[in-house]
């Protein structure tokens, strides 16, 4: 049973930094694609950034610049560094991963297994 956690979240001001982490555990995550995905009540799922199973990575053109997602195989975690956030980066943050992975993997759909989420809040 793949199980992930996620934390890190906060509030921040304009700006400002964070790291999201999320703990992978029950598989060899690194023949897994994982990915960052946002979400604001009321609105769809989106995608962040991805790191695929090959380590390639991608990122939506709204953090293109300002976040890094990287995996740490020593410590089995998956990270999300955000800088310069903006208000606009208010959501909850889910941390997906899916075995293998191919093509697609900007859709929420393509993930199997989710984690609890963690807050993200910028204000101005």
């Known amino acids: 049973q793949v199980q992930l956690v996620e934390s890190g979240g906060g509030s921040v001001q304009t700006g400002g930094s964070l790291r999201l982490s999320c703990q992978a555990s029950?598989?060899?995550?690194?023949?897994?694609?994982m990915a960052w995905f946002r979400q604001v009540p009321g609105y769809k799922r989106e995608a962040v950034a991805y790191?695929?199973?090959?380590?390639?990575?991608e990122y939506r053109n709204s953090v293109k610049g300002r976040f890094t997602i990287s995996k740490d195989k020593a410590r089995d975690t998956l990270y999300l560094q955000m800088n310069s956030l903006k208000p606009e980066d208010t959501a909850m943050y889910y941390c997906?991963?899916?075995?293998?992975?191919?093509?697609?993997?900007?859709?929420?759909?393509?993930?199997?297994?989710w984690g609890q989420g963690t807050q993200v809040t910028v204000s101005s």
């Open positions: 997906a991963a899916v075995r293998g992975g191919g093509s697609g993997l900007f859709e929420w759909r393509k993930y199997v297994y």
């Open positions: 029950g598989h060899d995550y690194f023949n897994y694609a």
């Open positions: 790191i695929s199973s090959s380590g390639v990575t």
